[in-house]
């Protein structure tokens, strides 16, 4: 039973038809990428799988359940984090406090709670302030916890809304173009990173532009091309099909 | 991280019970009057700063709520149900002393609604008004949203300026005192001053502690997280529209709750409280005190409502909080006493810390 | 009964007029520059109050054009001091300083020509002559209102399509960052805008003056309802204002029919509650347009 299951989704915006009929599943525990030139529809994908837009048609189904259609806020709570290709961080709170807005969706105290302060209240203050710091310490950047998130590298920002989303406790992580604006070590750490990432049992689904990342971590590749699904297979195999050669390099006048 | 949030509360405390000795020793106690109604008037800009502040939704029509709330309490506190005593229904609500039966100012006998139940009908009601005009206003943005709700608070004030039945243009007056406890009751009679004042900064203290510990709580992260990125929030598990539309009715009771006693401390309320310059007042305290600030909102509120309430502004009230937001918003966006207040002190305990420490060092080295 | 019909009609269109000057205001300031400027009827009450204090010593033609000209040139200073320096400032910033402005004008208002209402002379003729169309009679300062209204829109149109200023304007209301590349200054699109805007609002002050009469605090409540009318027509489309100006104008002057005169504020109020919760992209408007607006 793969975890997440996407049936011919299609989107368009007036004549621009961004992602047209694009089926493929994510097994659990697979790395799967989803590559193509700009303009392919990735991000518009992810949209559509994280409730940020709805599919004009098709389907979305994560652990069994259809979740095309849901407010972003619901398909978080069913485990389903992602990240952005243009960090929003909540740039006037600390990193730490960011990252414990990733504990959100596991834990309760609300307004009437959170205004008495009860005792069970700050006891999951507690732990939400453990749990984000654990996060924080998997990815190194412990040390970053006080400081304000605007003031941050633009790496260090990155890793903090990893952990953020980490502090979730996901079953399938959505990085929206992870490497993007990092150099070649850096980039290397990002790989690293993901494949640990899939150790802890999370599965991941990937938009990038680094070839070589892709190449690297990922089990499964799928290639869009205006939209439409051209290929889905192993690296290897999509690295000498001839479809995606040619959407990338163009044609061969010879 | 108890003791951070505590001591502010325990200073607030003080610095009340010092102020209403010190205008008892310098024979000025007639302040307190003025002290009273700005309490009460500060309850509604820190539930304003909550709302706009932390949940980033700018409210241009917050006068509204405190009119519904006055209005409300005023209107059935001053019902004359006398003559109809007999029917059944009035007699029974009388019996369970939702009705009371009490004297007027001209010594006439009156049968009107008990203060309490009026209090506890008019925060109901501003909690479904906010709970109905929220769910369709908080879904705007920006221009949309601050033009919604001043149009909100334009229709109250049309409203309440144009009914006869809520006294037109002069108001509610001869509102009956509001009894809490045995011999004490919310009401202008100047024996009752000081526990009036007591009893008004109580209120704000509670509040204060009640808004300090949501901020820090994880609603009130959400909240900053709303204000900070909204669709990040959202990604983040965080129901937006829910946790607006219920921050939005918190400061719509906080505004409702200033209503009513107020207008039992004043004995009536007028239409110019549900005016949009009042709206226009509550933002430019919140914007001056720092949005991101609750003791910066309730110190400027202070400041401004005492300083006009007393008259030291005259005629020029309006162009004062006029200039005074777009001063702010011009040089200080983040407000004048909110974080650069906080920078401010932090900078000086860090200054103390160093020379402590180089204190103790230098003594060691003996 | 249709008489009565008749007069509230021309009521109507008369005050429908000017909410159209006015939302078209808003407009050219919100196209060149995405703010909505809420001082834009103190505009319109400038130019009126101006116009009376400089007829006490000029002829009427000469004191409404001192009076345009006064207002264009506070419309210019207001956005010179207050508005021109800001860098890249928040919505919520930029409203609570044009309410600012609004209130600073209004009280400042007060200040010089006190809490007394003021009105222009007739232009032809006086309070009681009237033409006559059949059996309905108009007043002649009616005819003039919608007239200068009509002009005033014409010549926009004018400007916008065939002068090199109006293309330059679009083109920063377009895409500022372009029209800047493209060596048009970008700053003194945004001055001229104020100024524009403000001088049409100080000439329809003028012109319905006689009838409306003229009060320091006028000006707030024609904020809402111009901004009723941009919206109502569709935010930065001014012909679609005009339409929508008298649609609320007519509406407003029909609902003392049903409702008791003191709530006929509530009304345009209502619409703008209407539309803005039902179909923001107002009644012209095109909601996938709409969303690439920045708010």
Known sequence: ?254 | MTTSRVTPILALFVVVVVVQLLTLASGKTFYLTQLTMTAYYSLIVIGLCLLMGFAGQISLGHAGFFVIGGYTSAVLTTLNLSSYKEAPLVSLLTRLRVLTDRQDLYGGQVLSVHPWVACGVALVLALVIAWAIGIPVLKLKGHYLAMATLGFGTIIYSIVLGTQRFGAADGISSVPPFPLLPGISVSGASSQRITNYYFAWLLVTVAMLLLANLINSRVGRALRAIHGAEDASSAMGIDTGRYKLATFMLSAVLAATAGVFLTHFNGGIGPSEASIMKSVRYVAIVAGGGMGSIWGTLIMSVVLNFFSLRGYFGSFDDAVFGGILILIMLFAPDGIIGSDLRKLVKKLMNKVQKSVSSKTQTTSHK | MTELFFQYLVAGLTYGAIYAIVGIGFNIIYNTTGIINFAQGEFVMLGGMTAVTLHGFLPLPIAIAGAVLVTMIIGGLIEMAFIRWLVKPSVLRMIIITIGLSILVREAALFTWGEGVRSLPYFTGNEISALSFGNVRVSPQVLWSIGVCMIIVLCLNLFFKHTMLGREMRACAANREAAALCGIPTRNMITFSFVLSAGIGALAGCVVSPITYTQYNIGAGLAIKGFTVAILGGLGNSMAAVAAGFILGILESFSIWVLPTAYKDAISISILLAMLFIRPSGLFGNREAMRLKDF
């Open chain 1, 1 to 254: 039973m793969p975890l997440l299951e996407v049936q011919n989704i299609s989107k368009r915006f007036g004549g621009l038809h961004a992602v047209k009929d694009v089926s493929f599943v994510v097994e659990r525990g697979a790395i799967k990428a989803v590559i193509g030139p700009n303009g392919a529809g990735k991000t518009t994908l992810f949209n559509l799988l994280s409730g940020f837009l709805e599919p004009d048609s098709g389907s979305v189904v994560y652990q069994a359940r259809p979740i095309h259609g849901k407010s972003p806020f619901e398909i978080a709570r069913r485990g389903l984090s992602r990240t952005f290709q243009h960090i929003r961080l909540f740039a006037r709170m600390t990193a730490l406090e960011n990252v414990m807005v990733g504990c959100h969706v596991r834990s309760r105290s609300g307004f009437l709670a959170g205004m008495l302060n009860l005792p069970w209240t700050r006891r999951e203050e507690r732990q939400i302030r453990d749990k984000a710091l654990e996060m924080m310490a998997f990815l190194g950047i412990e040390t970053l916890a006080g400081k304000e998130a605007a003031s941050l590298s633009y790496g260090q920002q990155r890793s903090v809304e990893l952990a953020r989303a980490l502090a979730s406790g996901p079953a399938i992580l959505l990085l929206d173009e992870p490497a993007a604006g990092l150099n070649m070590r850096e980039t290397a750490d990002v790989a690293k990173l993901i494949t640990r990432v899939r150790d802890l049992g999370i599965t991941v689904l990937i938009v990038e532009h680094d070839m070589q990342l892709v190449m690297d971590i990922s089990d499964e590749i799928v290639v869009l091309s205006y939209g439409e699904k051209i290929a889905d297979d192993v690296p290897r195999a999509v690295q000498t099909n001839h479809e995606v050669v040619r959407v990338y390099l163009g044609e061969d006048d010879a």
